[in-house]
């Protein structure tokens, strides 16, 4: 795989440990790592957060209190406190107005060697009047005339326990110096028609901002800065991508007659987009190359039925499939919905998970290893040593961000040639973090419903309206509805109000007996799946339920859904809940019930949820309420955060540096030419190293 094939020399000095910059010692350094910052590379690449502006002025009278000002004071007096918890008051004077400093248990040698009596002192920091007085509480800078003075804006780092701005500045310098001189590796029009500086312009105006504008993702340092982040990032998956395209697969072809028997048994035709889904991924198992691909989809756009038409490819081709779920709930679902489809076609499907008896288990795992299954449903079970295929040609991965890349790689060795990878997200998720998350695998994205899904009336209620609300669902399940009602807790707490399922199937069953179950992930896995069976088939009518329900439960009987604290959730989340109602013939309604007064954030949340149906819109405002870091997360992407980079609002400029890792590729596909070079050194600055090593065993 073509990847920095070492790092330079002269990048060596800001490799070396974080204690190795002046005034980092044992404590400093177990602080910054605390923010992930070891080494000095990692602190340049630390850019400042906000700032402060420091306005300069000649009098005391000129400060419009309460303001930051920078001022030079003639030192006149101390005032030692005279009794223990007072502060200490120095007595200062610009000759004609006074000013009072004001400190709180310092220490009396620093102080008055900071400010003896009679000195001239440059002052900076907040002026206030207190009773009509100027003061100032801990001055941020004491400094002589003769010393530099503090900027007109400073900037402001991100802090941790132990450090300070003074400490981390200084680092920051110490570790800029280490800087070497870089060629450029920017298209030189890009970077003309842009206005953007060189690296090392870019970053030294990052961390010295001239005013706020500066501090913006649009300003041409951090501009520039961004796109550096996101090519190297694109450049990484783009490697990937052309190595997992080198990657010798097995061709799985079909005549479609399986897929024909299974769409013959619908009730309706399937949609387009699971037309073209299915064609894509057929393609791609027909090839000798392996396949990589990612089925993203709405809540209820048909996953599953491309799943196992998918999986049919493989079967017609002489070989086997895998589904995995990450839950038993979902593994058994999946196993249920895809039956009657395998009945259809005439293959065997079996379901494997880690509780089931041991002598079904032995007779499961000899018909896998002889061919006797051709379709596997399992949860982790399926990684485990002792489950073995006789041809496994495609393994498909629902939610794939819960499972670990060493489960992923288990799976992956399951066979002589690695199987085919189908990864499957019910989370809609906007292009440009698809892009960005994904981007080393092809895409197919169900974006229409199968005929027959219902639109779902989406009502917000406060809980002080709870009787009411328990009244209208009597009179529902008295109809013979079934419904879901979900808390955002197991067991009460005492350091927040929100409702636990504990309580509340308590009180519920108080109201409705024996109609009301439980289901929640503390509690043992035969007494969940019971309380599932019972809601499934019927015996009971209402399921009190956590977010264990949030994924994949199919119970289409089920057409109301009240969501307590809604205003506690996420949106990605609620959309999840709320799908899991409108899953059949009946008219459906999700109640948002929320504790008042709605702060500014859960009622945009709550009403964008009650708006609209369209997951990718609801996408969309959840990247624009979150930022992409949060929506994505560290351990579902499997990538490093952006350090600089902002995807909310620099979704374009990741587009570009996508179109130029590309174009780089294509014409020098060894990275050897003089551009390419400097990529790669590029990609080492930005720990794309990293990310290529994970990548590639995920």
């Known amino acids: 795989m073509t990847q920095p094939k070492g790092r330079p020399p002269a990048l060596f000095p800001l490799f070396a440990g974080i204690d190795t910059l002046p005034g980092i010692g044992p404590k400093g350094r177990a602080a910054l790592e605390q923010m992930g910052i070891d080494k000095p ?57 006074d000013l009072t400093l004001v400190f709180f248990r310092p220490r009396e040698a620093w102080l008055e060697a900071q400010l003896p009596a009679g000195s001239r002192r440059v002052l900076s920091g907040k002026l206030e009047l207190f009773d009509g007085l100027a003061q100032m509480v801990h001055p941020d800078h004491i400094l002589r005339e003769d010393e530099a003075q503090p900027p007109s804006f400073e900037p402001v ?137 990612l089925l993203q989809g709405d809540v209820g756009a048909g996953k599953t039925l491309v799943a196992m038409l998918s999986a049919l490819v493989a079967v017609e081709a002489g070989g086997q499939a895998v589904l995995m779920a990450p839950t038993e709930i979902l593994a058994r679902q999946h196993a249920r919905a895809l039956e009657p489809l395998a009945r259809a076609a005439g293959v065997r499907l079996a379901a494997l998970t880690g509780r089931d008896k041991q002598t079904l288990r032995t007779q499961i795992l000899e018909d ?29 991965i629902d939610e794939q961000h819960r499972f670990g890349v060493a489960q992923r790689l288990q799976l992956s060795a399951k066979g002589d040639v690695p199987p085919d990878m189908l990864i499957m997200t019910a989370t809609p998720i906007p292009r440009s973090l698809a892009l960005s998350q994904y981007g080393d695998l092809d895409l197919s994205v169900l974006d229409e419903k199968p005929p027959g899904r219902q639109p779902i009336t989406t009502v917000m209620i406060s809980d002080e309206r709870l009787e009411q609300v328990t009244a209208r669902l009597r009179a529902a399940l008295e109809q013979g509805a079934r419904a879901y009602w979900v808390c955002p807790l197991v067991d009460e707490s005492e350091v927040t109000d929100l409702t636990a399922a504990e309580a509340r199937f308590t009180h519920l069953r108080a109201l409705f007996g024996e109609q009301v179950r439980m289901v929640h992930g503390q509690m043992p896995p035969d007494q969940r ?24 439960v199919d119970v289409p009987e089920a057409t109301i859904m009240v969501i307590e604290r809604a205003e506690s ?15 059949g013939q009946g008219a459906s309604t999700c109640l948002l019930m929320y504790h008042p007064p709605l702060n500014e954030t859960g009622a945009r949340r709550l009403t964008t949820l009650r708006d609209t149906e369209d997951g990718f819109r609801i996408a969309e405002v959840d990247l624009e309420m979150r930022g992409a870091g949060d929506v994505i997360g560290t351990a579902q992407s499997g990538l490093p955060r952006f350090r600089i980079a902002d995807l909310e609002h620099q979704a374009g400029l990741m587009s570009v540096a996508r179109q130029d890792a590309r174009s780089l590729l294509e014409r020098d596909p060894a990275l050897d030419s003089p551009r390419g070079q400097m990529v790669r050194l590029l990609m080492w600055l930005m720990q794309q190293d990293q990310a290529i090593r994970l990548i590639q065993v995920g």
């Not at 001022?71 to 005279?82: F, G, I, K, W």
């Not at 783009?238 to 619908?266: C, I, M, N, W």
């Not at 809601?535 to 994949?552: D, H, K, N, P, Y």
Request: net charge positive.
């Open 529 to 552: 799946d019971a309380a599932m069976a019972d809601f499934s088939s019927g015996r009971a009518q209402l399921l009190v339920a956590t977010t264990v329900i949030e994924v994949g």
């Open 157 to 293: 780092y991100p802090l941790s326990a132990g450090l300070t701005q003074k400490g981390i500045s200084k680092a920051v310098d110490a570790a800029m110096s280490r800087l070497p001189e870089l060629d450029e590796w920017i298209d030189p029009q890009l970077k003309a028609t842009r206005g953007w500086p060189s690296f090392a312009d870019g970053l030294a105006q990052a961390h010295a901002p001239a005013s706020a504008a500066a501090l913006s993702p649009d300003s041409p340092a951090r501009a520039r800065l961004a796109y550096d982040e996101f090519l190297a990032h694109q450049m990484t998956l783009a490697l990937v991508r052309r190595e997992r395209r080198r990657l010798k697969g097995r061709a799985s072809q079909d005549s479609g007659t399986l897929r024909r028997k299974v769409l013959d048994s619908l009730p309706w035709p399937p949609t387009g987009a699971q037309i073209r889904a299915v064609e894509e991924i057929a393609a791609d198992m027909a090839s000798d190359r392996r396949m990589n691909r």
């Open 41 to 97: 590379r990692d602190l340049i690449l630390t850019l400042p957060a906000s700032g402060i502006t420091r306005r300069r002025i000649d009098r005391i009278a000129d400060a419009r209190a309460p303001e930051i000002v920078t001022l030079a004071v003639t030192v006149l007096r101390h005032h030692p406190p005279q009794v223990r918890g007072r502060p200490w008051r120095v007595h200062c004077t610009d000759g004609a107005s």
């Open 569 to 583: 959730f996420g949106l990605a989340q609620l959309h999840q809940l709320r799908g899991r109602v409108g899953r």
């Open 368 to 396: 896998l290893a002889k061919g006797r299954i051709d379709i596997l449903v399992g949860t982790h079970a399926v990684f485990q040593k002792d489950v073995e295929f006789c041809d496994l040609r495609l393994a498909i």
